[in-house]
Nanobody, 119 residues
Framework: QVQLVESGGGLVQPGGSLRLSCAAS????????MGWYRQAPGKERELVARIISGGSTNYADAVKGRFLISRDNAKNTVYLQMNSLKPEDTAVYYCNVRVSNWKGSYDYWGQGTQVTVSS
């Protein structure tokens, strides 16, 4: 069992910045992927960014150049630095971690943290 604890959400004005954190604990096996998803009211959950164990990253087109995903392997923590925030970034942000062992792979989700961008 793996638990993910998110923090860093809040209210920010357009153009501002926030940094989200997600710390994994419990039965950590091999972490293959750590990423962030978001879901706005009435909309489908979408991938924001992810970082693979080898270090490669993927970003949604809407956040490229503004957001940066990073990780601290020693702390089993992933971060999302969000800059130049826009109202359309308003959503609940969820941390996702994919863990694998000899049996297969497993996905775990954080509790979600609200990000609101408004003037």
């Amino acid at each position: 069992q793996v638990q993910l604890v998110e923090s860093g959400g809040g209210l920010v004005q357009p153009g501002g910045s926030l940094r989200l954190s997600c710390a994994a604990s419990g039965s950590i096996f091999r972490i293959d992927i750590m990423g962030w998803y978001r879901q706005a009211p009435g909309k489908e959950r979408e991938l924001v960014a992810r970082i693979i164990s080898g270090g490669s990253t993927n970003y949604a087109d809407a956040v490229k150049g503004r957001f940066l995903i990073s990780r601290d392997n020693a702390k089993n923590t992933v971060y999302l630095q969000m800059n130049s925030l826009k109202p359309e970034d308003t959503a609940v942000y969820y941390c996702n971690v994919r863990v694998s062992n000899w049996k297969g792979s497993y996905d775990y989700w954080g509790q979600g943290t609200q990000v609101t961008v408004s003037s």
